[in-house]
């Protein structure tokens, strides 16, 4: 990594050293990631592009702990995410996380105010006021008159919206999205990200967004590109967007 980014005001909010994770297929495994390193300063907003299937949904899953690795080292606001039993991973990530999923993940039963209010209910907060905060994020993402409808009511952009806001209703210092705006029209990815941006440049906050939408690389204060299981390029946006 390069000195000039370490040596920056911005402190390195999540460290992935060596990481490799397989998968099994057959005789010979599948290398979802080979010895990767990675980091993503605080105040930042990183983005990491590459081709399908080069890694960069499994390195979103091993920062976050919902995916072990083989081996390597991660820290996510310098506690290593190897060393906690899984009941600590899971208090940590609800605590300190919000994700935005490739496929969305919301839950069918609930209506949209009830997915976004979940990450609040898991810390405790009572369900009206948990309903009244998310209500207002997704009232500023456009949702506000859909709030009782059900995901299966929704098109695919609305459903990633609903996404959207489940990831920004707790303010969490790390904010992790797989494509987000693949569903999006430019006005509403464009929105979106600026949501996004303004939670990223907070000096305690980190946003990382894997993205294939050139749209929205101007949001960035920092790219890292993968090929086959490994961060091949990793520098400030500018420097990437002239390249
Ligand atoms: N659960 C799994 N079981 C087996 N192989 C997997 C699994 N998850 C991912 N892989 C394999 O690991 C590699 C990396 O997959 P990953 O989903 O991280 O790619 P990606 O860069 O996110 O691709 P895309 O841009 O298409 O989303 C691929 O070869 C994929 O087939
Ligand atoms: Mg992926």
């Known amino acids: 990594m390069s000195s000039e980014k370490n040596s920056a005001l911005h402190s390195v909010a999540v460290r992935v050293d060596k990481v490799t994770k397989t998968f099994p297929n057959g005789d010979t495994p599948t290398y979802a990631l080979r010895e990767a390193s990675f980091e993503a300063l605080a105040g930042q907003l990183t983005m990491i592009v590459g081709p399908s299937g ?7 899953s091993v920062i976050c702990g919902t995916m072990q690795t083989d081996s ?133 906050r980190c946003v990382i967004v894997v993205t294939h939408d050139s749209r929205i690389f101007s949001f960035a204060d920092w790219i890292a590109e993968m090929e086959d299981g490994r961060v091949v390029k990793s520098c400030p946006a500018a420097e990437y967007r002239h390249a």
């Open 72 to 204: 390597g080292r991660i820290e996510v606001f310098g506690q290593d995410i190897g060393c906690m039993s899984d009941a600590e991973v899971t208090a940590f990530r609800s605590r300190n996380v919000g994700f935005i999923f490739q496929q969305f993940n919301l839950i069918p039963t609930l209506t949209l105010v009830e997915n976004a209010s979940v990450p609040l209910i898991l810390q405790g907060w009572p369900y009206r006021k948990a309903e009244e905060k998310a209500a207002s994020v997704l009232e500023n993402l456009g949702l506000g008159k859909r709030l009782r409808s059900f995901p299966k009511q929704l098109s695919g952009g609305q459903q990633q919206r609903v996404a959207i806001a489940r990831a920004l209703v707790h303010d969490p210092r790390l904010i992790i999205c797989d494509e987000p705006t693949a569903s999006l029209d430019a006005k509403t990815g464009h929105h979106a990200l600026e949501l996004l941006k303004q939670s990223a440049c907070r000096q305690d």
């Open 54 to 60: 080069c890694g960069k949904t499994t390195l979103l």
